[in-house]
């Protein structure tokens, strides 16, 4: 028996558990899992919804199956579980899966709030279990290319960046995402929460003191606005549709964080700036023709350069499933703890709380 730094028997397959299995555990985690057979079999599914549960059992041939999740987190075969559902149910199957004693990897954002968060965070280190976040365009290949290009000192100090997640006419017709109680908000925590994440994740995850912000539900309620993602009933829509929020950071450094699901704007835009002493670079960690401009100067000549040996990556969403896998065989901390997704949290409350106070509100990570 070969033994993993955390007493994982690297022999034995992994068995995982899927509450939830919507959209994203069909495009994110469920695909993840099944592209390591070898490592993973995934035993149970979970969903409230019993017809689409039928269904994803038989497309992936997954035999137990439930609508209550306590029965997998009873079944002491279980290693780890994925959270695949809406945002008000992220906290409290987390921290019972930790207290059960299994390993969780968690959809963004990772809860509600600062404090769901906090309470996740205390349960992980409590049971010694891998908690990681559903974040998965530090996986990508521009996200890749740029962490490294940062760790070899081409960029120097980087001392401000932006993070711009806007559509024009993109509010989700599907699900719960224009309902602030089951959600938790509109795309400042949908959608800006992947593109700070990666922000930050290139900037060295800086520790906030304080944020500013405005939040505007200016076109979303309009039954007049056409939407491009389809229709929603726009009579309980309670959520922002557009937000910005200016963050300081304890050692000096500011991002600028625009998210919008509405906008009257020319082209929607998932971008990153980065202005460092050395140089600075635009990132499109999604789906970009041009991903990676870099900004610099040697000897007074000044460079737009574009690289183009950037990694090609398949599906960022399988990467981040894999490494999850990788940090329960092989120990240590996940590349995207439960941490990090509280900092996230703790930055969007203080925007939100901004907006109503008019002031700088501060940060508190302590839990």
Partial sequence: MVLGKIGFD????????????????????????????????????????SDRLAENATKWGVSKTTENYHDLLNDPEIDAVSVATPNLEHMQMTVDALKAGKHVLCEKPLSMNADQSKAMCRAAKESGKVLQVGLQYRFCGPGM??????????????????????????VPGWGVFTNKEKQGGGPLIDIGVHILDFT???????????????????????????????DYD???????????????????QMVLLESSF???????FFKTTLMGTKSGAEVCPG??????????????????????????????????????????REGGESLVPGEHGLILNAIFDAVYKSSETGQEERIDLSY
């Fill in 10 to 49: 690297m022999a034995k397959k992994i068995k995982v558990g899927v509450i939830g299995t919507g959209m994203i555990a069909n495009h994110a985690h469920l695909p993840g899992y099944f592209s390591i057979p070898e490592e993973v079999e995934v035993v149970w599914l979970c969903d409230k919804k």
């Fill in 145 to 170: 290319f740029m962490k490294d290009y940062i760790a070899n000192g081409h960029m120097g100090d980087i001392y401000y960046g932006r993070a711009q997640a806007m559509r024009r006419r993109g």
């Fill in 200 to 230: 930050l994740h290139l900037m060295g995850y800086p520790k906030p003191v304080a944020a500013t912000g405005k939040t505007w539900d200016m076109l979303g309620k309009n039954p007049e606005i056409t939407n491009f993602m389809g």
């Fill in 234 to 252: 726009r009579s309980t829509f309670t959520v922002e549709d557009m937000a910005v929020g200016m963050i300081r950071f304890e050692d000096g």
């Fill in 262 to 268: 509405m906008a009257n704007i020319e082209q929607e």
């Fill in 287 to 328: 789906f970009s023709e041009d991903p990676i401009v870099i900004f610099s100067e040697r000897d007074k000549q000044v460079f737009n350069e574009r690289p183009v040996n950037i990694p090609d990556v398949k599906s960022s969403h399988v990467k981040e499933v894999q490494e999850f896998v990788r940090t329960i």
